[in-house]
């Protein structure tokens, strides 16, 4: 028996991040457990409802220079992209000064920019290998995807971000008023300039994806426990057991990919890391929607996803801090029909449609968190990916794969580590 195989690694968390990373275990030759009290790929998770985008462009940070002077408008302003509740301020302040802080510098969000380009620049690639090794290629499609804006001026306006992105080596081809409506004959003539990024992907239904992985894994060899990770059992340094609610799994290598529950698991194998839920929200339309978008769109001014799933067309996105626990606001999810409606102008309004809201596992300097733990060399993290987690899910699998297995990384750990957060 190799030393791997000796390893027995348990995994928190059958989200995109957990799935991933039992897969990346797996095939390192190590004896796997993925624990989650849910089944994978369903709806309690951030992975079963996002805005679906596999793109290399995804790397601006959510804070940029300027942004603490929309603070009190987003406050106040219940119907932008972007909303605190006020009764939670007092709770967030902290993480939202470090938020800020984080995008106060253009220099800062260049550097975020870069590091996340070394996680999301081959996502395409390395979901479509992932998607046809599980046998589902067809849930991974690579046509590209659009930004739309109401003019080139709109786009202007965004040039920081778009200059990131073309030193990140994204490629992009502008569409005039014509070429948007030969690509998009039912968007609204409201948009009259487009990007298209042929290199980036989406998935085609989040949720079977991660539900067909976790499957992949089984058959591969991962054992599946239904358990609620509670606390470690540690021997010194030394990793003994995963506590769960139907008792212990003994291992000597854990990695924490619990989404939202990963900081309270963190905390319990020595690091403090903020980590709030960025809270965003999906209406979905049952149905052929027809008169909506072919290829994955994300309007500029409502800065959301709108993407025909296989269950339907979704309009994914909203950013709303309130704490993970709070009820839903569906006001939010209204906001994001109001604008699907008026991006695609010739959608039915008799669709039935459903809404979903999920909790986005985000660090306030906008990098996950793959790295060991504090307290022992045996206990590792990935979570916290904020926006990016589907995207990210297979390069931080195979960032934390070579952690735990002592190989050569895929790229460079350093700006990941749970102990960059000084208290
Ligand atoms: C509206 C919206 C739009 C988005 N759009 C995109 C997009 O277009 N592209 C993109 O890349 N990303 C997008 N994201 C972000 C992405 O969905 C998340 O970053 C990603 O899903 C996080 O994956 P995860 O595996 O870390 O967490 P999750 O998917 O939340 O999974 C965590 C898992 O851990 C389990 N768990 C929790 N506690 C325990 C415990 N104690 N023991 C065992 N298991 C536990 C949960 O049951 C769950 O299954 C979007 C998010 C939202 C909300």
Partial sequence: MSQTNETQAVV???????????????????????????EPGGEHAASYGNGAFITPASIIPMSVPGLWRKVPGYLLDRD?????????????????????????????????AAILSGL??????????????ADVPGLIER?????????????????????????????????D???????????????????????????ADPGAYVAALAAHGERLGVRRVTAQATGFT??????????????????NRVVVAAGMASAR??????????????????????????????????????????????????????VELAGPGAPPDWRRAEILLRHLYA????????????????????????????????RSPDVFYAFGHGHVGLAAGPKSAALVAALVTGSTPPLSPAPFAATRFRW
């Fill in 12 to 38: 928190i968390g059958a989200g995109i991040v957990g799935v991933c990373a039992a897969l990346a275990l797996r095939q390192a030759g190590l004896a796997v457990t993925l624990v989650d009290p849910d």
């Fill in 80 to 112: 932008g992209p972007l909303t605190i509740r006020w009764r939670h301020l007092p709770r967030l302040t902290p993480w939202l000064l470090r938020f800020l802080a984080a995008g106060m510098t253009t220099a800062r969000v260049e550097r975020t």
């Fill in 120 to 133: 999301l620049h081959d996502a395409p690639d390395r979901h479509a290998a992932l998607a046809a090794a």
């Fill in 143 to 175: 046509r590209g995807v659009l930004y739309v804006y109401p003019d080139r001026a709109a786009f202007a306006a965004e040039a920081l971000s778009w200059r990131l992105r073309r030193t990140a080596g994204v490629v992009w081809r502008e569409l």
């Fill in 177 to 203: 008023a014509a070429d948007l409506q030969a690509f998009e004959p039912a968007l609204s003539p409201a948009y009259r300039f487009g990007i298209h990024v042929p290199a980036a992907a989406n998935c």
């Fill in 234 to 251: 540690f021997e010194g340094m030394k990793l003994r057991a995963v506590e769960t609610d139907q008792g212990p799994i003994a291992c």
């Fill in 265 to 318: 698991l963190a905390a319990a194998a020595g690091d403090r890391v903020p980590l709030e839920a960025e809270r965003g929200y999906h209406v979905q339309l049952t149905g052929g929607a027809p008169g909506g978008p072919h290829l994955p769109v994300m309007p500029s001014d409502g800065k959301m996803a709108n993407i025909v799933t296989r269950e339907g067309l979704r309009a994914a996105g909203q």
């Fill in 343 to 374: 991006t695609w102008p010739g959608l039915s309004r008799d669709l039935p449609v459903r809404r979903w809201m999920g909790n986005r596992p985000s660090t306030p300097d906008g990098l996950p968190v793959i790295s060991a733990a504090r």
